[in-house]
DNA sequence: ACTGGCACTCTTGGTGTTCGAGTGCCAGAT
DNA sequence: ATCTGGCACTCGAACACCAAGAGTGCCAGT
């Protein structure tokens, strides 16, 4: 339908109904408005569009721009400017927490959104390191390393001292059956691991053991940073109500979290929730576009940006799939 | 003066500028409106008061509720509800990014405003330990653990291969050096300790102890988390324009550092800063409520809450101070 | 030093009224 | 069959106007 494709596109750039007579014209479909507005009836009755009110102009549903996304074939390609912007923003990152900052800022930058990415999840990570650290005879500091570079640290207090023989054995076992392993599988191998120790001890091998394994749970210490929650101001006046819903939802980790593990697991490719498609209520007026990123050929994490459903969505897409491949290739290297 | 105070907890009450009338008979002062008129017409000559417009009432400039911040005499107490709901909120936290968090949370539910909290400050803190792990021959992983329970970490690649010897030798010498200093004071302890090593592995072991410095001196590693920036939406009619700036202003970190680092540096005591008397120029129609809290006698960092001018400052005051307090016992203990 | 009164000033809210963009529909042209 | 031009109709936005009310400043009197 060229026609709510018009209608869409012309929405988005001037967020005022659109009319026959105004699309007509400027969209040089070389038909009259009276044309248009057969189209448009037909697209009424089908539910694409709406009118705000009797004798306004048309503005698209939530179905409308369902379909119109559905049928956008090729996405607007990056300009040369933007990617040499993603390049710059990304470049001379040190660690994991700084590539994430520097992505999240660049994707909210680029699309004048609000911009999420979710860290690198534990649970397909493999560990690289495990390392215990006696801070004193009966407090144990705990680090994971993960292969994506991500540490998690704690502290463990433990019911009885350990020495320090049985610090290093008990370094060097979970060295032995946790470095290389998915973190997902890593509980099955540890069970019964305190059993190798002398009875005196084995709560406090058992105590350290949970927190290794709770810690590679993981899902407690799953966490998306966001950027760009100033740019809902200037589209607040695409919602009907304030923005504090919205700005309640992205506050709250738990809800983002939800948010992008509900999406498809389509690596690389972007998938996008459009307004009442989203199951949190304070998020009915807006759009999510995401897409999973990871190292290698897996996604590990997802990531994507946050706008009013009148968002550029040819834009956002281009925007969220150059910069996820860009992340999944800097992770990768 | 009477009549300040009764203006600004009125305009705090009612948002809309307060006129002698009904601020002669709301606050039972016993004198007639045309006596009220005469001192408002001094407040404002002297102004401390200001009419959005001739013939509407009075509402307080900065420098209204400068002196009137100054002359409150008594920060209402909490409630037992409010401290009751303080308790509750900080109960059962498990290490010290679980602290910080609940507790920025409780002071955002509490004042219904953005809360703001500071991590416990590197630079004054002090070094409870220090670990190197070798990930490989090359790469070290430099720990250090605050006194208040706060862990960094790095990843350091070295020139050169360190051997185990190496790296125990470096371990030892830099936990005799520097556990129990303080952070500020390290960079002095650590100089030239990189020369009591062979020549050929002098350099990797610089890098190293140049990170654990780098690490200490902070800076860079300085936070501050935030919650309740969805109550900016609720207080929106405050404000002239947009809430855009503001919400810039505390997405970034730098800035709310910067604001929080100005502070005085009174412990326990909360100081406040209203309006255009903040540097940044997004902040000018907002107040921070702020106090320092700390781990022993000392201020470690700070915590606060930011609002629209026209917020109720003796309940925040309070509801500041009593955050404060209770994280420095939490802290201590 | 406080009070009552009075004239004056503005904002606010309600009511028409007009203007224009937009619609639906129908008869005619292609 | 499909598109087009025309026409009557609707309804919100903008504007002017008016009345009401809240508030002020000032002055004379207690």
Redesign the interface.
């Known amino acids: 339908m060229a026609v709510l494709r018009a209608i869409v596109e012309d929405y988005v750039a001037t967020s005022e109904p659109v009319g026959s007579r105004s699309l007509a014209e400027r969209h040089g479909l070389g038909v009259s408005p009276a044309t248009v507005r057969n189209d448009m009836a037909a697209l009424e009755d089908a539910g694409y569009i709406a009118q705000p009110h009797t004798s306004a102009g048309r503005v698209p549903t939530d179905a409308g721009y369902r379909l119109f996304v559905d049928r956008l074939s090729a996405a607007k390609p990056l300009s040369g400017a933007e990617k040499r912007a993603i390049a710059s923003l990304l470049e001379g990152a040190v ?1 994991l927490d700084d590539i994430v900052d520097r992505t999240v800022r660049a994707l909210a930058t680029l699309t004048h959104q609000v911009a999420l990415v979710q860290y690198p999840s534990l649970v397909r990570s493999q560990v ?2 495990v ?1 215990l ?1 006696a ?1 004193e005879p009966s407090r144990m ?1 705990v ?1 994971v ?1 993960a292969e994506s ?1 991500r ?1 998690t ?3 463990v207090a433990t019911p009885t001292s350990l020495s320090d023989d049985d610090v290093a054995r008990l370094r060097a076992r979970l060295i032995a059956l946790a470095v290389g392993q998915r973190f997902g599988q890593i509980a099955d191998e540890l069970i019964g691991l305190e059993q190798e120790f002398a009875p005196e001890v084995r709560d406090a091998i058992g105590d350290v053991v949970a927190a290794v394994v709770e810690m590679l749970a993981g899902q407690s210490e799953e966490r998306v940073v966001l ?4 740019h ?3 589209s ?1 006046i695409d919602f009907t109500g ?4 919205i ?2 939802a992205i ?1 709250e980790q738990v809800v983002m979290l939800k948010l992008l593990g509900e999406l498809a697991e389509d690596s690389g490719e972007v998938s996008v929730r459009i307004g009442s498609e989203h199951t949190h209520s304070g998020l009915a007026e807006t759009s999510l576009v995401a897409a999973g990123y990871g190292a290698g050929r897996e996604v590990v994490a997802h990531l994507g940006v946050l706008g009013p459903t009148r968002m550029d969505y040819p834009s956002s897409i281009a925007a969220v799939r150059a910069v996820a491949r860009y992340l999944s290739r800097i992770l990768s290297g």
């Open positions: 660690d690289r390191h390392e650290i801070m500091l680090v390393i570079g540490v640290q704690r502290v950027a760009g929650a100033s809902l101001a200037e607040a304030t923005i504090r819903p700005l309640e506050e």
